[in-house]
């Protein structure tokens, strides 16, 4: 049995989870709605406050769903409930990040200034110009427009400019050597 996916999702006061034809999993929650159809072959069942995932065989497709259903159920109420952010930092001279209205313009380098809308539940915080948080209850679309963002100016070996995630060890090399 899948270590991940015989553990029961706990579902917190506050939260509805509906399991409807084709097992189309439906969690609403205090900061949304979240909704996606998982494989027909799994069976999915709500009993009071806990969610459970059972698979029909040991199939090695079938165990490889067993745990990834269950995780992303459990990361649909965890969205819903407190949601999800990913924080990036920026590192160089003159690279800065600000938000003007519900768009986040970002100066890295290049002859333009980078814009990025807010859109599909994602929002960003800007708390100083050299950090960004990307905020929203979808972990999945969180990352996406996260790796997004770092991909307009990956951090760089030899100064370690750019755009990387909080926590993130940029591995550095060695310049040139002089004779």
Do not use: W
Not at 52 to 66: C, F, G, Q, S, Y
Not at 68 to 84: D, E
Not at 92 to 97: E, R, T
Not at 102 to 128: M, T
Request: net charge positive; charged share 25%; hydrophobic share 35%.
């Amino acid at each position: 049995m899948s270590r991940i996916g015989r553990e029961p999702v706990a579902i917190p006061a506050g939260v509805t989870v509906s399991v409807a034809e084709g097992n189309v999993v439906t969690v609403k929650g205090a900061l949304g709605e979240l909704s996606e159809a998982f494989c027909p072959v799994l069976g999915i069942s709500v009993e009071g406050s806990t969610l459970t995932v059972t698979r029909p065989n040991d199939d090695k497709e079938i165990r490889a769903l067993h745990g990834l259903t269950r995780a992303k159920i459990s990361n649909m109420v965890v969205g819903v409930t407190t949601g999800f952010a990913k924080k990036l930092e920026i590192v160089g001279v003159g690279y800065k990040a600000e938000k003007q209205g519900k768009k986040l313009v970002l100066n890295l380098g290049h002859s333009h200034p980078i814009y990025f809308e807010e859109a599909d539940g994602i929002g960003f915080d800007v708390p100083d110009s050299n950090t960004v948080i990307v905020k929203g209850i979808d972990k999945q679309k969180v990352g996406q427009v996260a790796a997004t963002v770092r991909s307009k100016r990956p951090p760089e070996p030899y100064l370690g400019k750019g755009v990387k995630y909080s926590g993130e060890k940029i591995r550095r090399k060695a310049g040139k050597t002089g004779k």
